[in-house]
C-alpha cells in the first residue's frame, strides 16, 4: 500500500532493514568512504553498555572494526579493500543462473511457448537473471516486476529490483502488495515516485519531502521522469492492468534468521553478508597489513649525524649518496673507533598472510554454505581425489538448490503474468493467460567422466541395473525421451548382432 503523507522514510519497521541494507551496499561497491562513515558513527551512539558504543539497542562496537577505527592526525594509515562481497554475490548468482532456468508451459501451445520464450528465456531475461542472482545474494531480496510499454517494446518483459527500493506488504505470510520507490533530489528537496502493485491495478504516487520525511503528495507532472504516468492513469491514479495477478513478486535469497521475530521483516529475506561483515573486514586488515609489509620493506640506511652535510642555519642536513670516500668518526662506545652505516631491511611476511587470507576465505564460503573449492583452494598443501572434490561441492549443491526453489517461484509466477498481460496488449500473438509455467534449473553437478565410466561398467557387469537406469546414469542431462531413444538404439543393435548370416552356415 502507498504510505501516508508527511511520515518518516523508509517508514518503520523497513526503516531497520534499510539500515542494513546500506551498509550491505557500502561492502558490494567496496565504498571505503562509506564504510569509514558507518563505523566511526561513535559521536552518534545513543548509549554505551560495559563501555560499548551502541545505537538504538543494536550492538554498535563499531571502534572494534578495522574499518572503524580512527587514525592519529598526521598518521597515514594503509588500508586497502579486496573486494571479497562483490566476489561473494557474483558467486551466489553464477551458480544460479550462469546457466540459465528454461521457462515451459504445462500445456502444448507453440504460438504462446513461443511468446512465453521472449519473456522468459530470451538473453534480456537471462541477463536480467543474473543482475537478480546478485541483488539477491547482496540484500536478502528481489522484487521481480512485470513491465511493459507499447511505445518502446512489442512484448512484455521482466524487471528485477533490489530489495533498498522495495516496501513490501504480507499477510499470513503471503505477499499482499509491494512497492516500489525511485528518489530524485533537488537540492535539499527530495521528490520520491513510489509505485504500488496491488491485484488489478498499479498506483503511482509522487511525493516532495526531504533526506528523512516522505512529505506531501504532488502531481505527476511535477517531475519529467514521471510526467508520462499521468496520461496513462485514471482519476485515482491508477493504472488497470486488466488482470487479477500480482504484477510484482518477492523472491527472498534465504529465509531470515535475524529478524524471524519483527513482524513484516520475518519475511524480508537474507543476505549472504548477514554475519559476514566481521570476515569482510578482516580480509581488508590482513591484506592491509600484507600492503603495509610492502612499503615497509624498503631498505633504510641510518647515518651517524657526522656524516650529515649542513645546508646552512635553520636549513636542515643531507646525506651525499654520492660520496665513494667516507672518514671514520671515533665515538665513544664504539670498539672500532669509526661509526657505522646501519642498513635495516624488514621481512615481508607473505606465508603468514597468505595462510591467514585463506582461512578467512574459507569461513566465509563456509559461512555461506558453499565449498571453498569455488574459488579455488590455492594454499592447498594436498592432492584431492575426484571423490573428495565432489564430496565438497556437496554444499555449493545444496546451497543452490535451496535458493533456486524461490527463484523457481518467483520466476514461474512473473512469467505467467507477463504471458497474460502480454496477451492483452499484443492480441494474436500468442500471450493469453496460462497455469504457472515450469520452471528448470539445469543440474550443476559435474560428475568426473572415467568414475561415472567405470560405475555404469560395474553396475553392468553385475547385472544390476537395467539399460534403461545405465544410460540415464551415465547422460544426468538427458531427459526421460531421449534416455528411451537411446536405450531403443542400444538394443537394436543388440538384436541386430543376434542375427545369423546364412551365407556364413556350412553343412
Known amino acids: 500500500m502507498l504510505p501516508r503523507e508527511n511520515t518518516s522514510w523508509p517508514p518503520?519497521?523497513?526503516?531497520?532493514?534499510?539500515?542494513t541494507y546500506a551498509e550491505n551496499e557500502a561492502w558490494y561497491l567496496g565504498d571505503t568512504k562509506r564504510l569509514q562513515a558507518i563505523y566511526r558513527r561513535q559521536g552518534q551512539a545513543t548509549h554505551t553498555h560495559r563501555g560499548e558504543l551502541h545505537?538504538?539497542?543494536?550492538?554498535?562496537?563499531?571502534?572494534?572494526?578495522?574499518w572503524g577505527r580512527p587514525v592519529p592526525p598526521g598518521e597515514h594509515r594503509t588500508r586497502v579493500h579486496i573486494p571479497a562481497p562483490s566476489d561473494l554475490a557474483t558467486l551466489s548468482s553464477d551458480l544460479i543462473f550462469s546457466e540459465p532456468p528454461e521457462v515451459t508451459l504445462s500445456v502444448e501451445d507453440k504460438k504462446a511457448q513461443a511468446r512465453l520464450d521472449v519473456i522468459g528465456n530470451s538473453d534480456d531475461a537471462h541477463a536480467m537473471f543474473n543482475t537478480m542472482g546478485e541483488l539477491k545474494s547482496v540484500f536478502g531480496a528481489t522484487a521481480l516486476v512485470t513491465r511493459?510499454?507499447?511505445?518502446?517494446?512489442?512484448?512484455?518483459?521482466?524487471?528485477?529490483?533490489?530489495?533498498?527500493?522495495?516496501?513490501?506488504?504480507?499477510?499470513?505470510?503471503?505477499?499482499?502488495?509491494?512497492?516500489?520507490?525511485?528518489?530524485?533530489?533537488?537540492?535539499?528537496?527530495?521528490?520520491?515516485?513510489?509505485?504500488?502493485?496491488?491485484?488489478?491495478f498499479i498506483e503511482h504516487a509522487l511525493y516532495l519531502g526531504t533526506a528523512d520525511n516522505l512529505g506531501r503528495r504532488v502531481p505527476l507532472q511535477e517531475r519529467p521522469e514521471t510526467e508520462h504516468l499521468a496520461l496513462l492513469v485514471d482519476g485515482d491514479s491508477r493504472m488497470l492492468t486488466g488482470i487479477d495477478r500480482l504484477t510484482a513478486s518477492y523472491n527472498i535469497n534465504m529465509p531470515s534468521r535475524a529478524w524471524r521475530k519483527r513482524g513484516q521483516l520475518a519475511h524480508a529475506g537474507r543476505s549472504d553478508f548477514a554475519g559476514a561483515l566481521q570476515l569482510f573486514d578482516a580480509i581488508d586488515e590482513t591484506w592491509s597489513s600484507w600492503m603495509r609489509d610492502l612499503k615497509l620493506a624498503g631498505g633504510k640506511v641510518i647515518v651517524p649525524d657526522a656524516y650529515l652535510q649542513s645546508n646552512g642555519r635553520g636549513k636542515g642536513a643531507f646525506f651525499d649518496e654520492s660520496r665513494e670516500f667516507m672518514v671514520g668518526i671515533n665515538s665513544p662506545g664504539d670498539p672500532n673507533g669509526a661509526g657505522k652505516l646501519d642498513v635495516v631491511q624488514f621481512k615481508i611476511r607473505v606465508e603468514e598472510h597468505e595462510r591467514t587470507l585463506y582461512g578467512l576465505y574459507k569461513e566465509l564460503?563456509?559461512?555461506?554454505?558453499?565449498?571453498?573449492?569455488?574459488?579455488?583452494?590455492?594454499?592447498?598443501?594436498?592432492?584431492?581425489?575426484a571423490t573428495e572434490v565432489e564430496d565438497r561441492n556437496k554444499a555449493s549443491e545444496r546451497t543452490r538448490d535451496k535458493k533456486a526453489l524461490f527463484d523457481r517461484a518467483a520466476i514461474a509466477e512473473q512469467s505467467a503474468t507477463a504471458?497474460?498481460?502480454?496477451?492483452?496488449?499484443?492480441?494474436?500473438?500468442?500471450?493469453?493467460?496460462?497455469?504457472?509455467?515450469?520452471?528448470?534449473?539445469?543440474?550443476?553437478?559435474?560428475?568426473?567422466?572415467?568414475?561415472?565410466a567405470r560405475v555404469v561398467q560395474l553396475l553392468s557387469a553385475a547385472g544390476a541395473a537395467s539399460t534403461q537406469t545405465l544410460v540415464a546414469r551415465a547422460n544426468p542431462d538427458w531427459d526421460e525421451a531421449r534416455v528411451t531413444q537411446e536405450v531403443?538404439?542400444?538394443?537394436?543393435?543388440?538384436?541386430?548382432?543376434?542375427?545369423?548370416?546364412p551365407a556364413g552356415v556350412t553343412f
Open 12 to 19: 518503520s519497521p523497513w526503516d531497520h532493514a534499510y539500515a
Open 55 to 66: 545505537t538504538g539497542g543494536v550492538v554498535g562496537a563499531v571502534s572494534r572494526m578495522f
Open 148 to 200: 511493459w510499454d507499447t511505445d518502446i517494446a512489442d512484448h512484455a518483459w521482466l524487471e528485477c529490483a533490489a530489495a533498498d527500493v522495495v516496501i513490501p506488504t504480507f499477510r499470513s505470510g503471503k505477499l499482499a502488495s509491494l512497492a516500489l520507490w525511485t528518489e530524485h533530489r533537488d537540492g535539499q528537496r527530495v521528490y520520491r515516485h513510489v509505485e504500488d502493485h496491488q491485484p488489478g
Open 365 to 385: 564460503l563456509r559461512h555461506a554454505g558453499y565449498s571453498h573449492s569455488v574459488w579455488g583452494e590455492y594454499n592447498s598443501s594436498s592432492q584431492a581425489t
Open 419 to 452: 504471458l497474460e498481460v502480454d496477451g492483452l496488449l499484443f492480441p494474436g500473438k500468442g500471450g493469453g493467460r496460462f497455469d504457472l509455467p515450469q520452471v528448470v534449473f539445469p543440474e550443476v553437478s559435474q560428475i568426473d567422466p572415467e568414475k561415472g
Open 488 to 501: 531403443e538404439a542400444i538394443e537394436a543393435v543388440k538384436q541386430s548382432s543376434r542375427m545369423v548370416d
